[in-house]
């Protein structure tokens, strides 16, 4: 595979389809990372170069069925709301443990952070997804990770809650 690393404004659907996972480049230790996940050596400082070594950019991560090396790792999912249509979505993982999911409507990203999601954020969201509520969500994620989750209010921190399931991630 050629590596290029990809500017994080540029994520869409798109991005997913041609690559299901993307880790942020964030510290001097990736670069060995991707040597190790089989991209060749002088590509790899190549194209660190040609980015400043910014942590603006994303690598693909090439060997994505098993645990992601890296800190920040997107993986590609899709998200139903609502009992609705299934939309284009991420899942934005930070150490080994799911952080937030990306929604693609309109042309954008819109994101839900699972530590700080409340019912102001629940309504602005579904005030531009143009649905009455989020509830149920059911997310599902296409490889790396196995996660298959189905929501039926708020809290999504994984409180003890009836009907609320705690988010879980399980490698394969």
Excluded at 17 to 30: G, K, L, M, R, T
Excluded at 93 to 99: D, L, T
Aim: proline share 6%; hydrophobic share 40%; charged share 20%.
């Amino acid at each position: 595979m050629k590596l290029r690393l990809i500017h994080y404004n540029d994520i869409d659907p798109g991005l997913f389809d041609i690559h299901p996972v993307w880790a942020e480049y964030s510290d001097p230790e990736d670069a060995n990372r991707m040597i190790n996940d089989g991209f060749h050596s002088l590509l790899v400082h190549e194209e660190l170069y040609r980015v400043y070594y910014s942590s603006d950019f994303l690598i693909p991560v090439i060997n994505f069925l098993k645990t992601s090396p890296y800190d920040y790792t997107y993986y590609k999912a899709k998200v139903s709301m609502c009992s609705n249509d299934y939309l284009p979505a991420f899942l934005f993982v930070m150490n080994n443990e799911a952080h937030s999911l990306g929604v693609y409507f309109g042309k954008q990203w819109h994101l839900i952070n699972f530590s700080f999601f409340d019912d102001d954020d629940e309504k602005e969201i579904s005030t531009i997804l143009g649905i009455r509520t989020l509830f149920p969500m059911h997310i599902i994620s296409f490889c790396g990770i196995k996660y298959n989750t189905y929501y039926e209010s708020l809290p999504l921190k994984g409180i003890k809650t009836p009907g609320v399931t705690k988010f879980i991630i399980n490698y394969p």
